[in-house]
């Protein structure tokens, strides 16, 4: 049976989520900040086998983290290649937070869908907030990053965020019928037919633009 575990990383903080599998004990981590030895922490204390890392995005706080799993165990890390530059620079964030760099080993926008272990992951590229902001969904799961959040986005006012990609984007979210459990960046979890029916930005006037 496959669950997941929020963690709470970061300054901001960043949703960081933990996707296992309960039988197989296999795990991945997703877009981890800089205090991911709390997530160490938790794979070790569940028993789990780190699998690898995936990333929506490649902004400090949802990559600043990557090395410190990478230390308890080396896996592959999955990304845009368009955000590659981004995470690779964390550590020089505007902010100057505390972040590693971290290096995309596997670029998900080349190999489009992709399976670690017992998770198939389908991608949906969807930039905005960043170029190269990606949406995964694993089963019921959604994983949004900045992208949606609960009743609003993603700025798009940070480097390599673009309002018309962002809309885009929305357009093309706002197609699914699915329910899914919609996993964001930061904040509230939420799901996906709620955010249809309540979130401005996902009503079809957003998209009436020329």
Same mark, same amino acid.
């Given at each position: 049976?496959?669950?997941?575990?929020?963690?709470?990383? &970061?300054?901001?903080?960043?949703?960081?989520?933990? +996707?296992? *599998?309960? #039988?197989?004990?296999? !795990?991945?981590?997703? %877009?981890?900040?800089? *205090?991911?030895?709390?997530?160490?922490?938790?794979?070790?204390?569940? &028993? +789990?086998?780190?699998?690898?890392?995936?990333?929506?995005?490649?902004?400090? %706080?949802? !990559?600043?983290?990557?090395? =410190?799993?990478?230390?308890?165990?080396?896996?592959?890390?999955?990304?845009?290649? /368009?955000?590659? $530059? @981004?995470?690779?620079?964390?550590?020089?964030?505007?902010?100057?937070?505390?972040?590693?760099?971290?290096?995309?080993?596997?670029?998900? $926008?080349?190999?489009? *869908?992709?399976?670690? &272990? !017992?998770? *198939?992951?389908?991608?949906? #590229?969807?930039?905005?907030? =960043?170029?190269?902001?990606? !949406?995964?969904?694993? $089963?019921?799961?959604?994983?949004?990053? %900045?992208? /949606?959040? $609960?009743?609003?986005?993603?700025?798009?006012? @940070?480097?390599?965020?673009?309002?018309?990609?962002? +809309?885009?984007?929305?357009?093309?979210?706002?197609?699914?019928?699915?329910?899914?459990?919609? +996993?964001?960046?930061? #904040?509230?979890?939420?799901?996906? @037919?709620?955010?249809?029916?309540?979130?401005?930005?996902?009503? /079809?006037?957003?998209? %009436?633009?020329?």
């Amino acid at each position: 049976m496959k669950k997941v575990t929020l963690i709470r990383t &970061g300054m901001l903080p960043t949703n960081t989520y933990v +996707l296992f *599998d309960d #039988e197989s004990k296999e !795990c991945v981590v997703v %877009d981890p900040a800089c *205090d991911s030895t709390k997530v160490v922490t938790y794979i070790v204390d569940m &028993g +789990l086998d780190l699998s690898a890392v995936v990333l929506t995005h490649g902004h400090f %706080d949802h !990559c600043g983290g990557v090395n =410190t799993l990478l230390r308890y165990k080396s896996v592959k890390v999955y990304g845009s290649s /368009l955000d590659a $530059d @981004l995470a690779a620079n964390a550590s020089k964030n505007r902010w100057k937070a505390r972040a590693e760099d971290c290096i995309i080993t596997d670029y998900v $926008d080349k190999i489009g *869908d992709f399976s670690v &272990g !017992c998770f *198939d992951f389908k991608v949906l #590229e969807t930039p905005g907030h =960043t170029e190269g902001s990606v !949406c995964y969904f694993v $089963d019921d799961l959604m994983f949004s990053g %900045d992208t /949606l959040f $609960d009743g609003c986005v993603g700025r798009t006012d @940070l480097p390599g965020g673009d309002q018309r990609k962002m +809309l885009e984007s929305l357009k093309k979210l706002s197609k699914l019928t699915f329910d899914y459990t919609v +996993l964001p960046g930061h #904040e509230s979890t939420t799901t996906f @037919l709620e955010q249809k029916r309540n979130n401005p930005y996902l009503r /079809l006037e957003a998209f %009436d633009y020329d």
